[in-house]
């Protein structure tokens, strides 16, 4: 099975989604066209004070508003970090006993020049030497507009 995880960003204090998070969920649009995936996991909580609605949420009414099934996308709305993301998706993925032998991380390019390493931390919650990690990254203007 091939996993797809998009790791969330904050939304604005409008509650609308950054540049950033859209392009996030453009990047699983187009790696599911390209290269298939079985499932899609959006994760992300409430991660702004000032707004009530998930970034998972939002995520998920975006790429449906594209054309994605409803049902092939699984909401992850408690994270808070990127630790969160990995380590709750996963979670959700194993408690849905999926025989997932690819996990396919999706973010912008920005992510990984954070001073923790990302990559480690994808890998540390993937735990598993016979899962295969793909990181899907591309780069995206004025981000958090």
Do not use: Q
Not at 58 to 63: F, G
Not at 95 to 116: E, F, M, N, P
Request: negative net charge; aromatic residues 8%; charged residues 30%.
């Amino acid at each position: 099975m091939k996993l797809g995880i998009i790791l969330g960003y904050r939304l604005k204090d409008d509650g609308t989604m950054t540049k950033r998070l859209m392009k996030r969920c453009e990047l699983a649009i187009k790696y599911k066209n390209d290269f298939g995936l079985d499932k899609l996991i959006v994760s992300g909580g409430v991660a702004n004070e000032h707004t009530t609605v998930s970034e998972a949420k939002l995520m998920k009414d975006y790429l449906v508003k594209r054309g994605m099934d409803p049902d092939f996308i699984i909401e992850e709305d408690k994270s808070m970090t990127t630790w969160d993301n990995m380590e709750f998706s996963m979670k959700i993925a194993r408690d849905r006993g999926y025989k997932v032998d690819v996990v396919v991380v999706i973010t912008t390019v920005d992510h990984y020049l954070l001073s923790y390493n990302t990559v480690k931390i994808c890998k540390e919650y993937i735990n598993d030497e016979n899962i295969n990690m793909i990181l899907y990254t591309d780069t995206v203007d004025n981000p958090d507009e």
